[in-house]
């Protein structure tokens, strides 16, 4: 059975800095390409960023370019995504998703995290 | 790519028929997948590639669609229905349309 941790969030003051991780198990995680996704309070999903199944390609929303790095350790199945300078409008809950294939093209998430709470305030 | 769902909210009964669309800002064939989310739950993939059922996900659910105009249709809307839905194009990268929240009448 597939599943997806995440860890990390919590209140962090603007800009300040938080790192999440999602722990992966289930599959073979090197071969799938991986998101994350976030949903601030009352409204849509936004995509953030989608990493490779290497890890050697990267995509990031424009919101968040600059600011944020997504990364991955294929040994420890695991997901980051570091966050700098953080903005108010960063708050939200950030899932981890697997994707179908391991480019980042193409890709439907057939699998989530439960989400974990991000909250930039002073 | 932008996506574009209609209608925003939705009121339904149980039992009801209902269809939810979704339009692209351009082409994007059938490169399309849905999801529904329960209030404060992480979403869950019910069609991908337009109208292909993710496995695990009942038969009430169905997509239809290509180009640039999809539906997402439930037959027979039961309790668990009442959700947000959201459509996703994977043609280019990703992008979410802005949800549609099925509600009770």
């Known amino acids: 059975e597939v599943q997806l941790v995440e860890s990390g969030g919590g209140l962090a003051q603007p800009g300040g800095s938080l790192r999440l991780s999602c722990a992966a198990s289930g599959f073979t995680f090197k071969n799938y390409a991986m998101t994350w996704v976030r949903q601030a309070p009352g409204k849509g999903l936004e995509r953030v960023s989608v990493i490779s199944g290497s890890g050697g390609i990267t995509f990031y929303a424009d919101s968040v370019k600059g600011r944020f790095t997504i990364s991955r350790d294929n040994f420890n199945n695991t997901l980051y995504i570091e966050m700098n300078n953080l903005r108010a409008e960063d708050t939200a809950v950030y899932f981890c998703?697997?994707?179908?294939?391991?480019?980042?093209?193409?890709?439907?998430?057939?699998?989530w995290g439960q989400g974990t709470l991000v909250a930039v305030s002073s | 790519i932008q996506m574009t769902q209609s209608p925003s909210t939705l009121s339904a009964s149980v039992g009801d028929r209902v269809n939810i669309t979704c339009r692209a800002s351009?082409?994007?064939?059938?490169?399309l997948a849905w999801y529904r989310q329960k209030p404060g739950k992480a979403p869950n993939l019910l069609i991908y590639k337009a109208s292909n059922l993710e496995s695990g996900v009942p038969s009430r659910f169905s997509g239809s669609g290509s180009g640039a105009e999809f539906t997402l249709t439930i037959s027979s809307l039961q309790p668990e229905d009442f959700a947000t839905y959201y459509c996703q194009q994977y043609v280019s990268y990703y992008t979410f349309g802005q949800g549609t929240k099925v509600e009770m009448k």
């Open positions: 351009q082409n994007i064939d059938s490169w």
């Open positions: 998703a697997k994707g179908v294939r391991q480019l980042v093209n193409w890709n439907w998430f057939d699998s």
